[in-house]
């Protein structure tokens, strides 16, 4: 069982579409530490920050958080960590164009 700290990018989210971000091996636990996403448009920006246990039904987590212009925000700060299952999809979307998003996670091999 070996604990691994590992970090997902996703650059310029679409505007109005989810996207998934990170998918959890099999045989795996992950802590989500931390979710930093930056909007790097002139307006405001609505994110959204869900996940799929097992690829089944959509679970909201942040339900759109208003991100002023040119600005970020860690969406975990005041919440902790998340625990996600193995093949559970962590998913984002934004209201427009110009967000990143930066995941910290601790993954945990159960084999």
Do not use: H, Q
């Amino acid at each position: 069982m070996a604990n691994t700290y590992k970090r997902f990018i996703s650059t310029d989210l679409s505007s109005a579409t989810t996207t998934t971000v990170m998918t959890v091996p099999t045989a795996t636990t992950t802590l989500l530490k931390s979710a930093i996403v930056s909007n790097n448009s002139g307006s405001s920006n609505n994110i959204t920050m869900s996940f799929s246990p097992s690829g089944s039904s959509e679970v909201t987590l942040v339900p759109s958080f208003a991100l002023a212009s040119n600005n970020y925000i860690d969406l975990l700060a005041s919440a902790g960590p998340v625990v996600l299952e193995e093949l559970d999809e962590l998913k984002f979307e934004a209201s427009a164009a110009s967000a990143d998003v930066v995941l910290s996670v601790l993954s945990i091999d159960r084999e």
